[in-house]
């Protein structure tokens, strides 16, 4: 049967014997180790420092990069706003460049229309007065074919129509 006592406690000189190598490690660990276990991690400590501080030099580099960029972005966005007015401005300017040349032109196209008709309507009036006189030939003509008449009275009526017209024309 199976000593239960025995397998709560255990045997002193086994614990003595674990004991003793324990304390033995321990003293050789101390003696020939640790000195070159602190080193390490001091060394590690070191190069954690300096990973910590390299990593804040670049979030600092980076902060500054990213405000730089952002005021030449603002730059940028200030330079477009204005070449845009500046765009807008000229857009303008040759749109009322193009009105005014386009009324000039629908002017002097009304002058020249206005001319036109003028001189149209001046031929059409001598056209008329020509057409006027052709027509009363003709009936002084159809009426004095059957008329007798004096020559020197003729002369002295066409004197006196002639006086006359003078008088009016003055």
Avoid at 113 to 126: D, F, G, N, T, V
Avoid at 133 to 153: G, H, K, M, P, Q
Wanted: glycine letters at 2%; a negative charge.
């Amino acid at each position: 049967m199976v000593d239960i006592a025995e397998k709560l406690f255990p045997n002193l000189l086994t614990l003595f014997t674990q004991l003793a190598a324990t304390g033995i490690i321990y003293f050789l660990y101390r003696k020939y180790v640790h000195q070159h276990v602190l080193n390490f991690l001091d060394k590690q400590a070191a190069e954690l420092d300096k990973a910590q501080n390299y990593a804040k030099v670049v979030e600092e580099g980076a902060a500054e990069n990213a405000q730089r960029l952002e005021a030449e972005h603002q730059e940028k966005v200030e330079q477009l706003r204005k070449s845009q007015l500046a765009m807008r401005k000229m857009a303008e300017n040759e749109r009322e460049a193009i009105i005014q040349q386009a009324e000039a032109e629908k002017d002097a196209m009304l002058a020249e229309a206005r001319s036109e008709l003028a001189k149209e309507k001046q031929q059409m009036i001598q056209e008329v007065e020509a057409h006027v006189l052709d027509l009363a030939i003709s009936i002084t003509e159809r009426t004095l074919e059957n008329y007798s008449y004096n020559e020197e009275e003729v002369f002295h009526v066409l004197e006196t129509e002639l006086e006359q017209m003078q008088h009016e024309t003055n």
